[in-house]
């Protein structure tokens, strides 16, 4: 393993030592090396998590073989191009696997219009293999952009190309990713059987990676249901598998979600725990969307406890986060659960103006139903009234309102409880311009 880092930093690890008993000292008495952020080896923390490793002092806490190739099999790649190629070419599965560094990155957008460029080179090609695989990669940057239109248009033009190929691990993908789309999208009728489709194919090959993903995706399923004594195994069977291949960014996510579940089953001191694992991997490998969801999930377990100091410090960092790594969909929630800490302080304005900012978030998200949307309009209707600012109540239950009414009957609660708190303002702004009309025709 020693080969990876001289290849990528152009040093040997240990570098400075004469003799081949220094090293082996080294290795068990002094810290492994660390990576270096200029290198870049930094793009690929994954394969450095693996190297790590395999340099374990116990040889039972090495990954095996199968783990290695799984990894490798996983990391980006691109082939070196012949002597005989135009130099100012640009090579679409270089542009594909830009794509994806990006969007790892955080940088969704400029990932994928990478990815759109290579699916254009493949097109010209006539490459079938590379337009399915760009257009599966599209989807999931799509998705990590919080983009359900553009998730479920990719991965629906990725199914019908791996169909005509026959490509099942790409037909699993293409359903996974179309599941989740369904699940951002909260239709979780139309979520559950093609997740389940797809992990019955990544279950038939084999594909570790892939069941991993398909199991996070039925826990967060069964959670939003309601469910969630019957998500827990299934997402402890996740981070174990994850843990296992060795997918650090997989793991965070199957842990964010366990964490979240463990908070519904009001274990607080579990959820904490757990949402303190997935902040150090994630904060580890750095993914910074992953890191503002821990502190935002932490935040509200602290709300939780009425504890509303260190709440309040945790989802401020989560806000910064976000802001810093431009992820909208987790911007809007960090800012939404910030306001709910504000309000409980008795900081109304505040948490107006971060709830302003949450819905502005929420608007510029191309989904057709937003619950977040909803819920945070309606919390900034509260707040404005609460602060006897009756007309911005009135607008903000509009918002809501019309946003439940897009969810259907399983929101019908929801929109009860906006027409109600907005009928009662307008009856209360009635009486007093009766008041006043009553005074003036007095005075």
Known sequence: ???????????????????????????????????????RLSEY??????????????????????????TFEYLPHCPPAPKTADPQARSAILLENLGDLE??????????????????????????????SALRKQAAVAFRDSDHVKTMAAASAALGKCRSLHDDIGIADALFWMGNSFLMEEKTVEALPTLQESL????????????????????????????????????????DLVARCGDSPGEARALIVLGS?????????????????????????????????CLYRLGLVKLGQGRHGEADELL?????????????????QALWHWAK???AQGRHEEAISALEESCSVWQNLARSFSPELAFAAGLLADSNSTLDHKEEAIA????????????????????????????????????????????????
């Open 1 to 39: 393993m020693a080969l990876v880092p001289q290849i990528m930093t152009g040093e040997l690890p240990y570098g400075d030592a004469v003799a081949d008993y220094v090293i082996m000292r080294k290795i068990f008495e002094s810290p492994l090396p660390q990576v270096n952020g200029e290198s």
């Open 45 to 70: 923390l994954q394969l450095w998590g693996l190297m790590t490793r395999c340099w374990a002092v116990d040889p039972l806490q090495r990954p095996t073989s199968a783990m290695c190739k799984t």
């Open 103 to 132: 969007s790892w990155k955080g940088n969704h957008k400029a990932g994928y219009a990478y990815l759109e460029q290579a699916l254009r080179l493949y097109e010209e090609e006539g490459n079938e293999k590379g337009i399915a």
């Open 200 to 239: 019955k194919t990544f279950r038939a090959k084999g594909n570790d990676p892939g069941v991993a993903k398909c199991l996070g995706g039925l826990g967060e399923l069964y959670r939003r249901r309601g469910q969630a004594a019957g998500a827990l195994p299934i997402l402890e069977e996740a981070v």
């Open 261 to 293: 579940t463990h908070r519904d089953l009001n274990r607080m001191d579990l959820a904490t725990s757990t949402y303190q694992r997935a902040f150090d991997t994630a904060r580890r490998i750095g993914w910074e969307p992953g890191v503002s969801t």
């Open 316 to 332: 401020r960092e989560s806000v910064r986060v976000a802001r810093n790594s431009d992820a909208g969909w987790r911007l809007g």
């Open 341 to 343: 800490c504000l309000r």
């Open 396 to 443: 903000w239950y509009d918002t809501a309102i019309a946003e439940w009414r897009k969810g259907g009957y399983m929101y019908k609660g929801r929109l009860s409880r906006c027409l109600a708190s907005k009928d009662a303002i307008v009856a209360e702004m009635k009486l007093r311009g009766e008041g006043a009309l009553r005074d003036a025709a007095s005075s």
